[in-house]
């Protein structure tokens, strides 16, 4: 299967637009399989360096990650505040040390402080959806892209059905090296 729809200027992306390599990842941030993905995201992106962009695409499966869409308008709200990657990596690291269940407003309220995001601000955003739109607009993109389950990636633009780890990923990405 392909992605659709393909990365945009609307994505978070870490890395250079112009790099070689883009690792997408549909992701739930309540899915304990998506937290300890997290490290090895962060492994082979500091492997390739300028040669890869990583693109996170929310797709909260909320009927068994009660606690997956809240997180995801938390870290769209720290978008606003331009704090998107700290407020990805924090949720996945809270995750990791207290368990996916600990993600909740008592949580939340912590990650905003220590991130020293306007939490007031935060918390209206959140309780209105605001961000809602977004995260269903990646939702039916992951739909439409074949995407099924937690975690999902792509390298350029190309389904991933290995096992999300460094030697894995980094092996795909590798292959998919122009030239």
């Known amino acids: 299967?392909?992605?659709?729809?393909?990365v945009s200027e609307h994505d978070h992306a870490a890395g250079?637009?112009?790099a070689p390599l883009t690792l997408v990842e549909y992701g739930d941030y309540q899915c304990p399989h998506c937290a300890a993905a997290d490290p090895v995201v962060r492994a082979v992106q500091k492997a390739f360096g300028k040669e890869l962009r990583f693109v996170f695409r929310n797709f909260p499966l909320a009927e068994m990650h009660p606690a997956a869409e809240p997180?995801?308008?938390?870290?769209?709200?720290a978008a606003v505040q331009g704090k998107f990657w700290e407020a990805h990596d924090a949720i996945f690291a809270y995750s990791r040390r207290h368990g996916p269940e600990s993600l909740g407003a008592d949580a939340f309220a912590s990650l905003a402080?220590?991130?020293?995001?306007?939490a007031q601000k935060l918390?209206?955003?959140?309780?209105g959806h605001h961000y809602l739109e977004r995260i269903k607009n990646d939702f039916n993109g992951g739909i439409r892209s074949g995407v099924n389950g937690t975690p999902t990636f792509f390298i350029n633009g190309q389904r991933f059905d290995g096992a999300?780890?460094?030697?894995?990923?980094a092996e795909a990405l590798r292959d998919a090296l122009p030239g």
């Open 71 to 77: 997180a995801a308008e938390f870290a769209e709200g």
């Open 113 to 118: 402080a220590s991130l020293q995001l306007d």
């Open 1 to 6: 299967m392909s992605l659709r729809p393909p």
């Open 164 to 169: 999300p780890s460094v030697e894995s990923l």
């Open 123 to 127: 918390e209206v955003a959140v309780a």
């Open 16 to 18: 250079p637009a112009d």
